[in-house]
């Protein structure tokens, strides 16, 4: 798409949205950047900074949207009614995007299975560059991609919503369960937000479903594009599972899944959604066996951190939401020190109690939501207010006895006290390792 001379507002001064600026100033387009905060970065010559609001929108043609920015804000509303174009930051990228797209998307498992991807393309020796809702922003892969090469992406709710044009070629939708009900009003819209990634396929293209998830099995009505499977619940017609201790692919064992180092059920679910997407990428199983085996996981994900006098220590911040912190919790036997909480996003904490009851020896409480978490989980054994992380690793050390394992996954967002998942996932390593010192 010519964009020279367009006159652009990109709104959201985060990471992606200064990767997109560079890359439209790069096009040729007149531009222009607005956050509702004060700007802290350096902007490229001849950008200017309006805050957000109507004037941001004055003589613009495009609003670029960077994915923390909501797009029924009612700046945005008043946008349309001007006949200003809104799309993403990923949709803006995409257009001077080279190669296909390997496109990952789900409520939980997107980081995890995208890293994976990209790392069995690697062992099969296929050129890849792996980013958009993890690592560099897609504005930031354009200069590198190459019409030989695939693109692995990362891509969230919040991307794929203003996302119009993108055509990915491997679609993976790993589950959908609620999560940023906050952000999207309900699970339906939150659903559609997902549904996207196949918006633009062909049947020349790929749709890799998990046929154990209702939500994301349910798309297979709308795929356009040729419909594969993964299950790790037993055989499916056409795809990758696993049966008796033993992965498949179409028809074909090829592993076994003590091979897998990853922790629980659901990384079986993630290494099988992998393993499709870059089988139909043309990867071969023996190189798809070898990279598994050479995978040890991502940060923040059931991260193993250290054992400290017998107690073990694992970081699962990317945890955000009360599904994912069920995996977690289902991934260990028991002897839990479970620690929740942060930003609420409309989450129902009601479905963890089963499991803390059966695993649990405490749950700490942090943050923000620690007294919603409360209420929705009355009379449970071992709740304890902590306030903050430090203090909830310091009730930790002093009552916890060698053999337990204390286990963050916290269910929530990160931004009441934290500027994201990855730096409460880095304090709570920075607080583990201090206590061996």
């Known amino acids: 798409m010519d964009v020279c001379g367009a006159r652009i507002t990109v709104f959201g001064m985060a990471r992606s949205g200064l990767a997109v600026i560079h890359l439209l100033k790069r096009q040729g387009a007149v531009l222009r950047a607005s956050d509702c ?42 946008a349309a009614s001007r006949g200003v174009r809104i799309v993403g930051d990923v949709e803006a990228a995409s257009w001077f995007l080279q190669g296909p797209i390997l496109g990952i998307t789900g409520s939980n498992g997107k980081t995890t299975t995208t890293a994976l991807a990209g790392h069995l393309l690697n062992a099969a020796g296929i050129p890849c560059q792996v980013g958009g809702n993890i690592g560099l922003p897609l504005a930031a892969m354009v200069d590198a991609s190459r019409p030989d090469q695939w693109n692995v992406l990362e891509l969230s709710s919040f991307q794929l919503e203003t996302s119009h044009t993108l055509r990915v070629r491997i679609a993976a939708v790993l589950n959908i369960t609620p999560d940023h009900l906050d952000r999207h009003g309900d699970f339906a819209n939150y659903a559609a937000a997902k549904a996207r990634i196949l918006l633009n396929q062909t049947p020349d293209d790929s749709a890799v479903l998990n046929a154990g998830n209702p939500a994301a099995a349910a798309l297979a009505g709308h795929a356009a594009g040729r419909v594969h499977w993964f299950d790790a619940g037993g055989p499916v017609q056409s795809g990758f599972w696993l049966e008796s201790d033993q992965l498949f692919a179409n ?30 990428a043309g990867a071969p199983l023996e ?24 107690v073990d220590y694992y970081n699962d911040s990317k945890a955000t939401n009360v599904d994912a912190t069920m995996k977690a919790i289902e991934s260990f036997d028991g002897g839990l020190w479970v620690i929740l909480g942060g930003k609420d996003k409309d989450s129902d904490y009601t479905v963890l109690r089963p499991l803390l009851e059966a695993r649990a020896r405490a749950v700490l409480l942090i943050g923000a939501a620690a007294s919603k978490i409360e209420s929705r989980l009355p009379g449970l ?46 304090t709570f390593k920075e607080l583990v390792r201090a206590l061996e010192e």
């Open 37 to 78: 905060r004060a700007l802290d970065q350096n902007l490229p010559p001849g950008v200017d900074f309006v805050p957000q609001s109507p004037e941001a929108l004055d003589d613009c043609d495009i609003a670029v949207l960077s994915p923390g920015v909501p797009p029924g804000l009612p700046i945005f509303q008043e």
């Open 251 to 280: 028809g074909q064992a090829f592993m076994p899944a003590s091979e897998v180092r990853l922790r629980g059920r659901h990384n079986i679910e993630n290494v099988l959604a992998a393993a499709c997407c870059a089988h139909l």
């Open 287 to 310: 190189a798809i066996r070898s990279g598994v085996v050479s995978f040890g996981g991502v940060q923040h994900r059931i991260e193993f951190v250290r054992t400290v006098r017998g």
């Open 381 to 426: 054994a071992g709740l304890h207010h902590c306030g903050d992380l430090a203090n909830a690793v310091g009730f930790a050390v002093a009552h916890a006895r060698a053999g337990e394992t204390v286990l963050l996954a916290p269910a929530c967002a990160s931004l009441d006290q934290f500027t994201s998942y990855e730096h409460r996932g880095s």
